[in-house]
């Protein structure tokens, strides 16, 4: 858990290959990315951050190749693209 941390990148977590919760709440990232490796990881809440790109974000995810059983994403400020 490393939600009200004032983070705004996601970087450093590659030796947790065995993560399976990440929450990063209430930060200040603003893209999502540098998850590549968590393959392990089914919940993942970065809610009342940055992110702006909906669209991207989801992409990314989708394109992890891990299976997310918990996305946590509300109160983002995200635009229409």
């Known amino acids: ?6 983070i705004s990148e996601i970087e450093g977590l590659e030796n947790l290959v065995n993560l399976t ?4 709440y209430s930060n200040k ?3 999502i990315k ?9 919940v993942f809440s970065f ?11 989801i992409k990314y995810l ?10 946590k994403m509300a109160d983002n400020k ?3 693209v």
């Open 1 to 6: 858990d490393l939600s009200f941390n004032s």
């Open 21 to 24: 919760d990440l929450s990063l």
């Open 29 to 31: 990232v603003q893209e």
């Open 34 to 42: 540098n998850l590549e490796k968590l393959k392990k990881l089914n």
């Open 47 to 57: 809610g009342k951050n940055l992110v702006r790109q909906f669209d991207i974000c």
């Open 62 to 71: 989708a394109n992890l190749g891990i299976n997310l059983e918990v996305l």
């Open 78 to 80: 995200f635009q229409k």
